[in-house]
């Protein structure tokens, strides 16, 4: 406890008003962990020209970023992230765990809410000028945020695995591949591979879960302190670097505001989320040749633009432009150095967001309009919808994990089909093709091979693999010519 | 600063404090629901197992051990998964099956030949052959299975009972 011994520090804090003893339990934990001041502290943050509904985009994002980071965590009882299990625990969790749905869509829509008040925030402050005098580190790594953010919401579309995750990763991750020289490893490096798979999912996983977050939470902190160091800019007449408005309290008014803020966020992600549940559709099909990807609407735009560029154009809209629109985005304050904060006055930067926001809506909407207006998209649009809705109706199916090893594939009459039936499970085969031959995600069914192709082609074609099985992630065979006979044998010998 | 103002703030952190404690009760609720899930969850049905022909242990003179296939829902997934019993041995009728699940702390129970006995490899429970308790901790006899004979096939249907009560309660 402080003694009134001691003079004030300094003379914003003239107004004596703190608790000069408190006993019990609350003066125990005051005298050992010093709340009271650090309370104190945060909620006596002065605020030039007073407290504004125009502020609490930040605080409600970080109220957005608690309650993703707690909806996470409780999802995660649940979901598992390997490719196989992926979409079944997220069916489970969707139909029948307790709130299960309800707590998904929170976490799903609530993705988008961060876009929509990031969105809000970046404007708030690009109009306000809140930017300007000594605070060009805090809008870097504001912009870091902002990048971080478009990464947890596209390594966490991926995770539910659906037709709609995987065909939207593909692409996503396909762009990469435009930057010269680095985009494929990076590619690679990002799916663990040439192609989607479950390591593209455990990658997508860690990444959502412990590498993004924690940047998110390192950065967030360093932007909150960057924010008190440099102090509330408060309103656009009043000067970045030396304050002459008289100032109030964030506490109480402030956060009052701050707190309804987030109250309206709660009880709209509430409602929609418990009236239009956020929909998971049918498991990810790698094979289905239909399938059209639409990405997130905030991507939409994005999405439209690398429609419009394609060709050898593809490299410039894909990576070059947005690149540099990102680098002069977070270079402004290094630009528009002048003390004047009144939006008029910089209309550079003002008229350039204006613009980008403008031609950003135009191209979401371009997109909306091509897709509706062509039968045939429009059709398999909802025709995909559709089938989602279908799903969500579905009753939950277990997955059927069958460690039996009691069956016993039947033993065949042939020794030299059952030679070859042994080859089979032995190797690498069954891995991919399945125990029988049935196929698996990761590569085709076999049965039938047989009718296909003579048993010359099949032997040529296991020792010299087309582009197509290589392509696959087919491995080479090493087998001699007995070997090879014998598993030739067994695949002329699956049939339906 | 006059007493007045400092009323109105300690009114409105008490507001604040209540209305947040409010809000976030409230969405304490569903996460609750959520991670108690698997604690509301009803017993499913228990599904019968084959132990094996009926006529195979006729001849039996002491109990038999016989893995069984127990299918159940565990969580998102449906697994078959292998769990042990004893055929006790039966002239004619239909044999009793006992589980091998200690009903002290769940430990496996062997049949130990030379000495007659079921022991507990754990903290040496004995049983008779016929799975009265005879010394240790355990406090009450091995647990008998619901069993059927159907078209000459012996089936049982594998429970797990509560472990350290007198009395035979199913769990799950």
């Known amino acids: 406890m402080r003694s009134g011994a001691y003079p004030p520090e300094t003379d914003r804090d003239s107004s004596q008003e703190r608790p000069t003893s408190i006993g019990g339990w609350r003066g125990w934990i005051e005298q050992q962990t010093g709340i009271s001041s650090l309370l104190r502290e945060l909620l006596d943050e002065r605020i030039p020209g007073g407290p504004r509904w125009a502020y609490v985009f930040g605080s409600g994002l970080l109220y957005l970023f608690l309650s993703q980071v707690v909806t996470g965590i409780f999802l995660a009882l649940y979901y598992v992230p390997s490719s196989d299990h992926a979409h079944t625990t997220v069916s489970y969790i969707s139909k029948v765990v307790t709130s299960g749905l309800f707590l998904r869509s929170i976490h799903a829509y609530g993705a988008t809410a961060i876009i929509i008040l990031l969105f809000l925030h970046i404007s708030q402050t690009l109009l306000y000028g809140s930017y300007k005098g000594r605070r060009e580190l805090l809008w870097l790594c504001g912009c870091v945020l902002l990048a971080l953010m478009l990464g947890m919401a596209f390594t966490g579309y991926l995770l539910p695995w659906d037709e709609k995750a995987y065909f939207a990763s593909a692409v996503g991750t396909n762009i990469i591949t435009e930057i010269p020289v680095i985009g494929p490893p990076i590619q690679q490096l990002l799916r663990g591979g040439q192609q989607m798979g479950t390591l593209t999912l455990s990658r997508f996983f860690v990444l959502h879960v412990f590498v993004l977050p924690g940047l998110l939470l390192a950065f967030i902190g360093s932007h909150l302190y960057l924010f008190r160091r440099a102090k509330p800019a408060g309103p656009i007449k009043e000067d970045p670097v030396h304050p002459q408005l008289p100032t109030a309290r964030f506490y109480p008014a402030q956060l009052v505001m701050d707190l309804a803020a987030s109250l309206l966020i709660i009880v709209a992600l509430g409602l929609v989320a418990y009236f239009i549940p956020f929909r998971l559709g049918p498991v990810a099909n790698p094979s289905d040749t239909t399938y059209i990807p639409r990405p997130e609407w905030y991507y939409i735009p994005i999405f439209e633009w690398l429609k419009i560029l394609s060709g050898k154009w593809s490299l410039f809209g894909g990576i070059v432009l947005p690149g540099l629109l990102a680098l002069l985005f977070a270079a402004i304050p290094f630009f528009d150095r002048g003390r004047d904060r009144r939006p008029w006055k910089r209309p550079i930067v003002v008229g350039g967001f204006a613009v980008f926001v403008l031609c950003y809506a135009g191209l979401g909407a371009l997109s909306y309009h091509s897709d509706s207006s062509d039968p045939i998209i429009s059709r398999q649009l909802a025709h995909q919808k559709q089938a989602e809705i279908d799903y969500m109706h579905q009753p939950f199916q277990p997955e059927a994990s069958s460690p039996a090893p009691a069956v016993a594939p039947p033993v065949a009459a042939d020794p030299l089909i059952a030679k070859g039936a042994t080859i089979f499970a032995a190797g690498p085969c069954s891995d991919c093709h399945g125990d029988h031959g049935q196929g698996t995600d990761m590569a085709p069914p076999l049965i039938g091979v047989g009718q296909k192709y003579s048993s010359d082609r099949l032997a040529f074609l296991l020792h010299h693999r087309t582009q197509r099985m290589i392509d696959g992630g087919m491995p080479p065979v090493d087998l001699d010519q007995a070997d090879t006979n014998a598993l030739v044998a067994y695949l002329r010998s699956l049939k339906q | ?172």
């Open chain 2, 1 to 172: 600063m006059s007493t007045h103002r400092q009323d109105r703030r300690s009114f409105l952190g008490f507001a604040l404090t209540t209305v947040g404690g409010l809000i976030s009760a409230a969405l304490a609720v569903p996460l609750v629901r959520f991670a108690a899930f698997p604690l509301r969850r009803q017993a499913e049905e228990v599904s019968w197992s084959d132990v094996g022909k009926v006529e195979e242990f006729r001849s039996l003179n002491a109990p038999a051990a016989r893995a069984i296939d127990v299918k159940r829902i565990d969580g998102w997934r449906s697994t078959v998964a292998k769990s042990s019993v004893y055929v006790l041995p039966a002239a004619s009728g239909k044999p009793k099956v006992l589980s091998s699940v200690c009903p002290h702390l769940g430990c496996s129970l062997r049949w130990i030949e030379k000495q007659d006995h079921f022991v507990c490899p754990c903290h040496g429970g004995t049983f008779t052959a016929d799975g009265v308790h005879v010394s240790g901790p355990p406090l009450r006899a091995m647990d008998e299975l619901e069993s059927k004979v159907e078209d000459g096939v012996l089936k049982v249907r594998f429970q797990l009972f509560r472990q350290l009560v007198a009395k035979k309660e199913p769990v799950g």
